[in-house]
Nanobody
Protein backbone atom coordinates (compact mmCIF):
# COMPACT_ATOMS: atom_id res chain seq x y z
CA UNK A 1 0.00 0.00 0.00
CA UNK A 2 1.00 3.63 -0.37
CA UNK A 3 3.20 4.85 2.45
CA UNK A 4 5.03 8.10 3.16
CA UNK A 5 7.46 8.21 6.07
CA UNK A 6 9.00 11.51 7.13
CA UNK A 7 12.09 11.88 9.30
CA UNK A 8 14.81 14.35 10.14
CA UNK A 9 12.96 16.71 12.44
CA UNK A 10 14.15 17.73 15.86
CA UNK A 11 15.07 20.58 18.16
CA UNK A 12 17.40 23.15 16.64
CA UNK A 13 18.59 26.59 17.67
CA UNK A 14 17.65 29.66 15.63
CA UNK A 15 19.93 29.91 12.62
CA UNK A 16 20.39 26.17 12.45
CA UNK A 17 19.60 23.68 9.71
CA UNK A 18 17.82 20.39 9.29
CA UNK A 19 17.30 18.09 6.34
CA UNK A 20 13.90 16.49 6.31
CA UNK A 21 13.35 13.28 4.36
CA UNK A 22 10.23 11.55 3.11
CA UNK A 23 10.59 7.98 1.90
CA UNK A 24 7.78 6.80 -0.35
CA UNK A 25 6.61 3.30 -1.19
CA UNK A 26 3.68 1.57 -2.82
CA UNK A 27 3.50 3.70 -5.96
CA UNK A 28 5.67 4.84 -8.88
CA UNK A 29 7.33 7.69 -7.04
CA UNK A 30 9.23 9.07 -10.03
CA UNK A 31 6.06 9.98 -11.91
CA UNK A 32 4.40 12.10 -9.23
CA UNK A 33 4.70 15.66 -8.07
CA UNK A 34 5.54 15.78 -4.35
CA UNK A 35 4.80 18.45 -1.78
CA UNK A 36 6.02 19.54 1.63
CA UNK A 37 3.45 21.08 3.96
CA UNK A 38 3.71 22.31 7.50
CA UNK A 39 1.27 22.94 10.31
CA UNK A 40 2.04 25.40 13.05
CA UNK A 41 0.07 25.39 16.30
CA UNK A 42 -3.31 27.01 15.87
CA UNK A 43 -3.02 27.34 12.10
CA UNK A 44 -4.12 25.45 9.04
CA UNK A 45 -1.66 23.24 7.25
CA UNK A 46 0.18 25.30 4.58
CA UNK A 47 1.94 24.26 1.42
CA UNK A 48 5.63 25.11 1.71
CA UNK A 49 7.19 23.88 -1.51
CA UNK A 50 6.46 21.55 -4.39
CA UNK A 51 8.62 19.57 -6.78
CA UNK A 52 7.56 18.07 -10.09
CA UNK A 53 8.49 14.60 -11.27
CA UNK A 54 11.28 16.14 -13.34
CA UNK A 55 12.68 18.16 -10.45
CA UNK A 56 11.27 21.64 -11.01
CA UNK A 57 10.39 23.31 -7.72
CA UNK A 58 7.94 26.00 -6.70
CA UNK A 59 7.71 27.90 -3.43
CA UNK A 60 4.33 28.59 -1.90
CA UNK A 61 5.41 30.14 1.37
CA UNK A 62 7.27 33.42 0.85
CA UNK A 63 8.84 33.31 4.29
CA UNK A 64 11.00 30.30 3.40
CA UNK A 65 12.36 31.52 0.07
CA UNK A 66 16.13 31.52 0.10
CA UNK A 67 16.19 29.32 3.20
CA UNK A 68 14.47 26.06 2.21
CA UNK A 69 15.20 23.84 -0.78
CA UNK A 70 13.18 20.88 -1.98
CA UNK A 71 14.82 18.07 -3.93
CA UNK A 72 14.19 14.47 -4.82
CA UNK A 73 16.06 11.26 -5.48
CA UNK A 74 13.87 9.10 -7.68
CA UNK A 75 16.21 6.13 -7.36
CA UNK A 76 15.75 6.23 -3.59
CA UNK A 77 12.02 7.11 -3.69
CA UNK A 78 12.79 10.05 -1.44
CA UNK A 79 11.91 13.72 -1.36
CA UNK A 80 13.92 16.10 0.82
CA UNK A 81 13.42 19.49 2.35
CA UNK A 82 16.71 21.14 3.24
CA UNK A 83 16.06 23.90 5.76
CA UNK A 84 18.54 26.55 6.83
CA UNK A 85 18.61 29.81 8.80
CA UNK A 86 15.75 28.42 10.80
CA UNK A 87 13.57 30.80 12.79
CA UNK A 88 11.25 30.18 15.75
CA UNK A 89 8.29 30.75 13.44
CA UNK A 90 9.39 27.73 11.38
CA UNK A 91 8.40 25.55 14.33
CA UNK A 92 5.82 23.14 12.95
CA UNK A 93 5.03 19.59 12.04
CA UNK A 94 6.26 19.03 8.49
CA UNK A 95 4.45 16.63 6.18
CA UNK A 96 5.05 15.33 2.71
CA UNK A 97 2.12 14.51 0.49
CA UNK A 98 1.03 13.71 -3.04
CA UNK A 99 -2.16 13.04 -4.89
CA UNK A 100 -3.39 10.26 -7.18
CA UNK A 101 -6.57 11.39 -8.96
CA UNK A 102 -8.81 12.65 -6.15
CA UNK A 103 -7.05 10.82 -3.35
CA UNK A 104 -4.48 12.66 -1.25
CA UNK A 105 -1.86 10.79 0.74
CA UNK A 106 -0.05 12.12 3.80
CA UNK A 107 2.79 10.94 5.95
CA UNK A 108 2.68 11.03 9.73
CA UNK A 109 4.79 14.18 9.90
CA UNK A 110 8.04 15.14 11.57
CA UNK A 111 8.27 17.80 14.28
CA UNK A 112 10.66 20.70 13.83
CA UNK A 113 11.17 22.91 16.87
CA UNK A 114 13.32 26.03 16.58
CA UNK A 115 14.19 27.37 20.00
CA UNK A 116 17.15 28.59 22.00
Amino acid sequence: QVQLVESGGGLVQPGGSLRLSCVASGFTFSTYRMNWYRRTPGKERELVERITSSGDSTFYTDSVKGRFTISRDNAANTVYLQTSSLKPEDTAVYYCNFQISSRVYWGQGTQVTVSS
